[in-house]
């Protein structure tokens, strides 16, 4: 067995290593079709409404015939992630520093996630392998070459960085579904509610927050994300501009 074949199925597929069916299956029926169909359900009625008898209908074919294509359903969904990223930023700019490039590199994948809100939802079974996940982070790590950081630093930033804007983009989205589903007078009336039942007693800190009038207005008109990704910028700038010993 070659060290291809020993990959599982799923990776040969996204990184095109597995033969693709050579009896045709329907008119123009392929992978990528396939594919672009699911993403576009998905982003008009969300990651319920996929399955694959519905893909079909769509697609205007048999069902059994989409799994010549792909094998299942959670196939199917990795090789959506991956081509739902798109093409990474890239520094084209000699002038631009690491940090602007990667406060670049972190709104652009913000927007890939709202754009694609079922992207970020999806539960997390491993590592970076695909073409897409890496590519991205090739877009990222290429930003810190120069820096003093060591290469597993550089790693780490790119997860931190990835995860800080996967976290925000979900919150963002979950709001923003509360708001719609709701009402924004509703979800702010909601939200005031709770800071009533606030004891000072209880929550001694938090009831200062409240009194700040920050629990009820910063959902709703602090800029988090911006705030979040320059403190964490800022942290790493200490390290990455600063030739620094130990852990």
């Known amino acids: 067995m070659s060290p291809v074949d020993q990959l599982p199925r799923t990776l040969r597929v996204l990184w095109d290593l597995e033969p693709k069916p050579t009896r045709s299956t329907g008119p123009a029926l392929s992978r990528e079709r396939i594919v672009r169909a699911a993403i576009e359900l998905v982003d008009e009625q969300?990651?319920?409404?996929?399955?694959?008898?519905?893909?079909?209908?769509?697609?205007?074919?048999?069902?059994?015939?989409?799994y010549r294509h792909v094998a299942s359903k959670d196939e199917l969904q990795a090789v959506m992630l991956d081509a739902g990223l798109a093409e990474p930023p890239?520094?084209?700019?000699?002038?631009?520093?690491?940090?602007?490039?990667?406060?670049?590199?972190?709104?652009?994948?913000?927007?890939?996630?709202?754009?694609h809100p079922w992207m970020p939802r999806m539960e997390i079974t491993g590592p970076p392998l695909s073409p897409g996940q890496l590519g991205w982070l090739e877009a990222g790590l290429v930003l810190l070459h120069d820096t003093a950081l060591q290469p597993i630093e550089?790693?780490?930033?790119?997860?931190?960085?990835?995860?800080?804007?996967?976290?925000?983009a979900t919150m963002a989205i979950v709001g923003d579904e509360v708001r719609r589903d709701v009402g924004?007078?509703?979800?702010?009336?909601?939200?005031?509610?709770?800071?009533?039942?606030?004891?000072?007693?209880?929550f001694?800190?938090?009831?200062?927050?409240?009194?700040?009038g920050a629990f009820t207005s910063a959902?709703?008109?602090?800029?988090?994300?911006?705030?979040?990704?320059?403190l964490i910028l800022d942290a790493?700038?200490?390290?990455?501009?600063?030739?620094?010993?130990g852990p």
């Open 90 to 115: 890239r520094q084209d700019d000699p002038n631009d520093n690491w940090r602007a490039g990667l406060e670049t590199w972190a709104r652009t994948l913000l927007a890939v996630y709202l754009r």
């Open 184 to 202: 924004p007078d509703s979800a702010r009336e909601t939200v005031e509610q709770v800071a009533k039942l606030i004891d000072p007693q209880r």
């Open 154 to 168: 550089r790693m780490s930033v790119m997860l931190l960085v990835a995860g800080y804007v996967r976290t925000e």
């Open 236 to 245: 790493i700038a200490v390290r990455a501009n600063h030739q620094m010993t």
């Open 219 to 230: 959902p709703f008109d602090f800029d988090h994300f911006t705030y979040g990704l320059r």
């Open 46 to 66: 969300g990651m319920d409404a996929l399955s694959m008898a519905r893909l079909a209908e769509r697609l205007g074919c048999a069902t059994m015939s989409l």
């Open 204 to 212: 001694p800190a938090l009831s200062e927050i409240v009194e700040s």
